[in-house]
């Protein structure tokens, strides 16, 4: 359902005007009811969100002055989980450490996996221009087991270096699968990503799909536009507004990782695969408790 957008200008149009407190609600509730059903999303998600139903207008202060700042007041007044919006941005570099043995152990057999890729007949990766956007996408990654490359932007050399040193370890066909914008820098990045891979593991079997943002995707998913920065040296050879990833909603996004990834794996292989890596974890509990007895 859409709601009409709070006013943010007077009556000539050049200059805002403070919204009101029942205004200010509308657009708390609105950020609310988004990220209760989309979540974890990116900030700048929600602000398409929001922009898509009609509760605040397409512009930089709108972003900034409305969602950014009433997100974050929201967040720290309890009024809405702090892990409904995503942040990879910021972490802390920390070696494992434990309190005892059994503590080791423990830890071990809650966080055992076998490993997926082991036995199969392809490698997968998922490929993301941002950070935030990272962080609706990792869940997806996690549970399949499947590395997320965040390149930021332009990857540096040592970063391809490096993924295409563990591609080519892998001895068997690759599948990339790419996030990223839809604007001047953010179509050439997957084709320069691409390009060193090729180079750098040439003996290796790679198959490179941008999967999002699409120019197809744009009317798909009603997806909202931005106008492109004129100040992007290949501006001049982009034609039409951008689109940031961050517009397809949270879901699709993590539908689109899913669809790319479960084709590669055998159901049966799967099957078997958990049941020993439960028959695996018991043993690694039941280590646990007898070194707690002992």
Not at 52 to 67: F, H, L, M, N
Not at 68 to 74: F, I, K
Not at 231 to 257: H, Q
């Amino acid at each position: 359902m859409s709601i009409a957008a709070p006013k943010t200008t007077s009556s000539c149009g050049s200059r805002p005007t403070r919204r009101t407190k029942v205004e200010i609600e509308i657009i708390k509730a609105a950020i609310y009811t988004s990220l209760e059903a989309e979540h974890p999303a990116t900030v700048r998600g929600l602000f398409y969100a929001l922009v898509s139903s009609g509760v605040i207008p397409k512009t930089e202060a709108a972003y900034k002055s409305t969602v950014v700042r009433l997100a974050g007041e929201m967040r720290k007044a309890g009024e809405l989980p702090y892990w409904w919006l995503a942040d990879n941005t910021r972490w802390m570099r920390k070696p494992d450490s434990y309190d005892s043995v059994e503590d080791a152990l423990t830890q071990t057999a809650q966080l055992y996996r076998r490993n997926l890729w082991a036995d199969a007949d392809a490698y997968v990766e998922v490929w993301s221009e941002k950070d935030a956007i990272s962080g609706v996408l990792v869940d997806i990654t996690a549970a399949w087991n499947v590395p997320l490359m965040v390149t930021r932007g332009y990857p540096s050399i040592t970063f391809l270096h490096l993924a295409a040193e563990a591609i080519r370890a892998k001895r068997k066909p690759v599948f990339l699968y790419y996030f990223g914008d839809l604007d001047p820098s953010g179509v050439h990045i997957p084709v320069h990503v691409e390009k060193e891979i090729r180079a750098a593991a040439p003996a290796v079997e790679v198959h490179f799909e941008r999967v999002a943002v699409t120019e197809e995707q744009i009317e798909e998913y009603g997806l909202q536009t931005r106008p492109t920065k004129k100040t992007d040296s290949r501006s001049k050879s982009f034609v039409g507004e951008s689109v940031e990833v961050d517009a397809i909603p949270p879901s699709t996004l993590r539908a689109l990782v899913e669809g790319r990834i479960s084709p590669h794996v055998d159901p049966f292989q799967l099957a078997a695969l958990e049941a020993a890596e439960e028959s695996e974890r018991r043993s690694l509990q039941l280590l646990a408790r007898m070194w707690r007895e002992s």
